[in-house]
């Protein structure tokens, strides 16, 4: 009866809708404080200074080519508080900065049904701030920040307490992390492009039943983050450039019964450092010129990794304790050099992934220097024969003759990418 009520109410707003045509920074004010709920706001090319403005009916606000709101650093621009509001085709720019209030570009508070669509941020503290929303969308958004440091640079796009949000074909630059959850559940993030942000180009926490499908991540400070979540989806992204002393593709730590398939880890740091891990399916992804393609920490157990493909990493796989309970099986190791006499591609002797040296590394990083040295051979050597530093049970008892054969990930790049 509800959603009945509901669905009648704005066929009659758009029935009996009025668009204001506005030029001017005092026309603007006018035309949303005197519009009726579901009416539409043009705002006509050109730069309106302007100070906070703050919607608490369900408008519709439309730009014709580009119209720059600024706010010239001294507060934030637009504050919505009121469900079914839509905002399109307008650049937001010049947020201040604050360390006691999050100011943004757009801020959508307790409301549902909003669509933040095909807009330019520049320069704003935080993009697009969502907080206690339900089923609104951010989708085919610019937004781009001028980084100083992680203290004073806001969020690309932050959401806190969400359910049922869509994050999609947005491309972030220039932020503290590209994209921000914390307790944000049953939501998507897809093809997003983020990058060049200072610490994550995607951070999550207590965030569960979520799913982030052809996105890309690139050259960020640490990568991806996901921390104490369960039931996540990671599908068909690429983690890609993501270099530096405490980098990695993705960090999983305190995640549990998730499941992440068919990505892409291309030159990073580490690819995936996983502590506190548990259950969680690792299947046919690609790992390649990383590091260290995975850091499994001693504290994560009853893991699946299955049909991955392992290509010219420094490091397959790097531990920090003696007994590592995951399953590794079927999957391609490009140094492994046992043989397969049944021919049913499969090799007939078990794989060891973490070397002798990664685990003195492990424990003595200042071994590193002897990387390419001929002592770092002769001791991976001895190990495969004797073995006796390296984990016991951390082995893959099928190892794939041929590398698996992965569908390309496709992905069309947002607006600015």
Same mark, same amino acid.
């Given at each position: 009866?509800?959603?009945?009520?509901?669905?009648?109410?704005?066929?009659?707003?758009?029935?009996?809708?009025?668009?204001?045509?506005?030029?001017?920074?005092?026309?603007?004010?006018?035309?949303?404080?005197?519009?009726?709920?579901?009416?539409?706001?043009?705002?006509?090319?050109?730069?309106?200074?302007?100070?906070?403005?703050?919607?608490?009916?369900?408008?519709?606000?439309?730009?014709?080519?580009?119209?720059?709101?600024?706010?010239?650093?001294?507060?934030?621009?637009?504050?919505?508080?009121?469900?079914?509001?839509?905002?399109?085709?307008?650049?937001?720019?010049?947020?201040?900065?604050?360390?006691?209030?999050?100011?943004? @570009?757009?801020?959508?508070?307790? &409301?549902? +049904?909003?669509?933040? /669509?095909? $807009?330019? #941020?520049?320069?704003?503290?935080? *993009? !697009?701030?969502?907080?206690?929303?339900?089923?609104?969308?951010?989708?085919?958004?610019?937004?781009?920040?001028?980084?100083?440091?992680?203290?004073?640079?806001?969020?690309?796009?932050?959401?806190?307490?969400?359910?049922?949000?869509?994050?999609?074909?947005?491309?972030?630059?220039?932020?503290?992390?590209?994209?921000?959850?914390?307790?944000?559940?049953?939501?998507?993030?897809?093809?997003?492009?983020?990058?060049?942000?200072?610490?994550? @180009?995607?951070?999550?926490?207590? &965030?569960? +039943?979520?799913?982030? /499908?052809? $996105?890309? #991540?690139?050259?960020?400070?640490? *990568? !991806?983050?996901?921390?104490?979540?369960?039931?996540?989806?990671?599908?068909?992204?690429?983690?890609?450039?993501?270099?530096?002393?405490?980098?990695?593709?993705?960090?999983?730590?305190?995640?549990?019964?998730?499941?992440?398939?068919?990505?892409?880890?291309?030159?990073?740091?580490?690819?995936?450092?996983?502590?506190?891990?548990?259950?969680?399916?690792?299947?046919?992804?690609?790992?390649?010129?990383?590091?260290?393609?995975?850091?499994?920490?001693?504290?994560?157990?009853?893991?699946?990794?299955?049909?991955?493909?392992?290509?010219?990493?420094?490091?397959?796989?790097?531990?920090?304790?003696?007994?590592?309970?995951?399953?590794?099986?079927?999957?391609?190791?490009?140094?492994?050099?046992?043989?397969?006499?049944?021919?049913?591609?499969?090799?007939?002797?078990?794989?060891?992934?973490?070397?002798?040296?990664?685990?003195?590394?492990?424990?003595?990083?200042?071994?590193?220097?002897?990387?390419?040295?001929?002592?770092?051979?002769?001791?991976?050597?001895?190990?495969?024969?004797?073995?006796?530093?390296?984990?016991?049970?951390?082995?893959?008892?099928?190892?794939?003759?041929?590398?698996?054969?992965?569908?390309?990930?496709?992905?069309?790049?947002?607006?600015?990418?």
């Amino acid at each position: 009866m509800r959603n009945l009520t509901i669905l009648f109410f704005f066929a009659t707003n758009v029935l009996f809708a009025k668009t204001w045509r506005v030029n001017t920074v005092k026309s603007l004010y006018q035309s949303i404080k005197q519009a009726s709920a579901g009416d539409s706001i043009l705002i006509l090319k050109g730069i309106y200074k302007i100070k906070n403005i703050e919607i608490n009916k369900p408008l519709i606000l439309i730009g014709k080519g580009f119209p720059v709101l600024d706010v010239q650093f001294k507060g934030e621009i637009l504050t919505i508080k009121a469900s079914g509001t839509q905002v399109r085709g307008i650049e937001f720019q010049n947020v201040g900065e604050t360390s006691s209030i999050d100011w943004a @570009g757009v801020k959508i508070l307790e &409301s549902e +049904n909003v669509i933040i /669509e095909n $807009n330019r #941020f520049r320069n704003c503290y935080f *993009g !697009v701030y969502l907080s206690a929303c339900t089923k609104t969308k951010v989708l085919n958004n610019q937004v781009i920040g001028q980084p100083k440091d992680e203290q004073t640079t806001g969020n690309g796009i932050h959401a806190w307490k969400c359910d049922s949000i869509l994050i999609a074909n947005n491309y972030v630059q220039g932020h503290r992390d590209g994209i921000y959850f914390e307790f944000v559940t049953n939501s998507k993030v897809l093809r997003n492009y983020t990058t060049q942000n200072i610490r994550y @180009g995607l951070h999550f926490m207590f &965030s569960h +039943n979520d799913t982030y /499908e052809f $996105n890309q #991540f690139v050259k960020n400070g640490a *990568g !991806v983050a996901v921390m104490y979540t369960k039931y996540v989806t990671m599908k068909n992204n690429i983690f890609r450039d993501n270099w530096g002393g405490a980098a990695y593709g993705i960090l999983l730590k305190d995640i549990a019964d998730s499941h992440i398939e068919h990505n892409q880890f291309q030159s990073n740091t580490v690819g995936i450092y996983m502590e506190g891990c548990s259950r969680t399916t690792f299947l046919q992804n690609e790992f390649s010129q990383n590091g260290i393609a995975m850091r499994i920490q001693a504290n994560c157990d009853d893991n699946s990794i299955k049909t991955n493909n392992f290509l010219a990493n420094t490091f397959d796989v790097a531990t920090n304790g003696n007994s590592v309970y995951n399953d590794l099986t079927q999957n391609y190791w490009d140094r492994y050099d046992g043989y397969d006499l049944n021919r049913d591609g499969v090799g007939d002797i078990s794989y060891r992934p973490v070397s002798l040296f990664s685990t003195l590394i492990e424990r003595v990083p200042q071994v590193m220097m002897l990387l390419r040295s001929f002592t770092a051979t002769l001791l991976d050597k001895i190990e495969k024969i004797i073995p006796s530093l390296t984990p016991e049970n951390l082995k893959d008892d099928k190892p794939l003759m041929k590398p698996i054969k992965l569908d390309p990930i496709k992905v069309d790049l947002p607006i600015g990418a």
